[in-house]
């Protein structure tokens, strides 16, 4: 388990797992996979900050100080089993490790671009132990604010976009930093169909955080792409997207239809298929970053083709398909596990999901 982790971690993911309740057995160190390289191993405390007997301790078997941060884990609220309503208390290394869990989400959010060894970095250097490591604390307990900001500026997830037909095309985005801004680096950059980009400078909204600016007048469905880019008085300086110029948002001048605003994508993706498990229909997103052919086959346990989703040109965009359960053939496939490809000239790409079959018989 220990090897499956650090391979998952190489492959993006970011793995954060309970260090063990050892701590009071003759064993005390921790379990697999939390000795993991690249692994943020979790260990307890209670909620004044001192740790619980059952924390597992370090060092690896190869001397690494672990565990990575420690949490609370002691008298933790969390859902009564069976229940939607009710709330209990636990504790253990598996109480505190879903809240790092969550402060490390936190910081993917904030920063997207960030890869796994980045965002333990955040975790492990903005603890509160970070100077002096140990094998009971490792680099301390989380701070949830700081590590959000190690790497610096952000922005909102997702800009608004508003149409006048007097005034023209109006976006806002929120914009953080633990330093002051710097005013004239606020921008919002855009382009006109195919055309180079051209500036306009942001300004704050009555809104804490807010910045909004107007972009030029265009007729009806006419293309406009854009992004932002902000500095602030600590030296740090950011896109958004974070690859722009060659990411941008667009959108099309006065299209009611259009609800939401994805950035072109940044690199080939493919996401765990929504929901997993599912009995009548489960949605796959992807993201193709080169336009060209692609295809997105779904294949059975035994790497047998079961349907083909698609196998067409794509343009360089976000897509979502369906599937039903349905072989090529319209026939419904047994409950089990089945595997979805997406598979490009320059890339392929296989997740797992688990269908139930049809539950209404």
Not at 296 to 306: D, H
Not at 320 to 339: E, I, P, T
Request: aromatic share 12%; with cysteine; proline share 5%.
């Amino acid at each position: 388990t220990t090897l499956a982790a650090d391979i998952a971690v190489k492959k993006g993911v970011v793995v954060v797992n309970s260090n063990g309740n050892e701590g009071n057995d003759q064993w005390t160190y921790m379990i697999a996979p939390a000795d993991g390289i690249d692994v943020i191993s979790v260990g307890a405390v209670y909620s004044n900050g001192k740790l619980v007997g059952f924390s597992s301790r370090g060092p690896t078997y190869d001397g690494r100080i672990k565990p990575d941060v420690v949490a609370m884990g002691s008298g933790v609220s969390c859902v009564t089993v069976g229940s939607v309503d009710q709330y209990r208390t636990a504790s253990g290394t598996s109480l505190a490790c879903p809240l790092v869990a969550g402060v490390a989400a936190l910081v993917l959010q904030a920063h997207p671009y960030l890869t796994p060894t980045q965002v333990k970095e955040a975790v492990r250097e903005t603890a509160n132990n970070a100077v002096m490591p140990d094998n009971e604390f490792g680099w301390g307990l989380v701070n949830a604010y700081e590590a959000i900001f190690y790497h610096g500026l952000f922005f909102s997830s997702t800009p608004q976009i508003f149409n006048n037909d007097q005034l023209g095309h109006l976006v806002r985005t929120k914009i953080f930093s633990k330093y002051k801004l710097i005013g004239d680096s606020l921008l919002v950059h855009y382009a006109i169909e195919d055309g180079s980009f051209s500036s306009v400078e942001l300004s704050p909204t009555e809104e804490d955080k807010e910045y909004q600016g107007w972009l030029p007048l265009q007729s009806k469905d006419t293309k406009i792409k854009f992004y932002f880019s902000a500095a602030d008085k600590n030296g740090d300086y950011k896109n958004f997207p974070h690859k722009a110029p060659d990411s941008y948002f667009t959108f099309l001048a006065f299209d009611s239809t259009i609800s939401e605003y994805e950035p072109v994508p940044e690199d080939f993706k493919l996401f765990q298929n929504y929901p997993n498990p599912f009995a009548g229909e489960t949605a796959i997103e992807y993201d193709i970053f080169i336009p060209g052919n692609a295809s997105l086959i779904i294949y059975n346990i035994r790497g047998q083709k079961v349907r083909t989703i698609i196998s067409d040109y794509h343009n360089n965009e976000r897509f979502v398909k369906s599937w039903d359960g349905l072989d090529d053939k319209g026939k419904r496939m047994a409950a089990g596990v089945y595997f979805y490809r997406l598979k490009t000239n320059e890339t392929s790409i296989v997740k797992r999901l688990v269908y139930l079959g049809n539950l209404k018989n």
